[in-house]
């Protein structure tokens, strides 16, 4: 499988799920993706990493009081400097709400909010570039931003981070994706559902979506639509990587999406 060992600034790099519930979040993953996770360190605050095989691809760890509530998936974006980076957020409207912090050898990361109140994080890389591998099954996929103003958050990460946003009519669906040079590393689409919070999503590539419904129908899980093809669009999700897309599923809920990717990334 390709390994990832560098990120470009502004390229999503990492997730997190934040759950109070560790050991239902790994069973959950451990079936449906075949992830392994490492001890949590340290025991007062568990942070355990998920690999598949023996490659690291995303970590949980408990929630702080800026995800107080339902468990979510947490997305974070590469930077060169996240101290400056911080500074960048903050004179282009957002705000930080976990300041730069060593994660060991790993990276220096932080947790800030857009100029539409979504959260996200950054992470400058020490020994850990980010995921590893990627657009492989049961590796992320895509990262897509909600949001119920695109051009403000456009904007926003344009002058925050240097993302340059290209917009598109999709059969009435305006979608814009964010780029580092020439390469689309995320989605930014309007939101459906009024009076939902501003979010990243994040998306998981699998081999074979239907299977993976049907893995995330079993007792305490929940669905939140259904697997189904939309030619180079899905309703409210990304074209991006996802060819067909694009079916949430969760294990208390934390919002898992996957999506059978089109080509190789």
Known sequence: MPIRTSYPHGTPNWLELHTDDHTAAKAFYGELFGWRFDAPEPATDPYARA?????????IKAPGADHAGSPAWVGYLAVDDVDTAVRAVGDAGGRVTVPPHDRADRGRAALVTDSTDAPVGLWQAYQQPGAAPV???ATVAWFELLTDDTDAASAFYQQALGLLPHTADLGGIVWTTLHVGDDAVAGVVKKQVAGSPNRWNVYFATADIARDHEAGGRPGCHHHGRPGHHGDRADGGSPGPAGRPLQP???RPARTLTARPRDPL
């Open 135 to 137: 657009g492989e099954p």
């Open 249 to 251: 599923l969760d294990p």
């Open 51 to 59: 690999y598949l095989g023996d490659a690291v691809v995303a970590a």
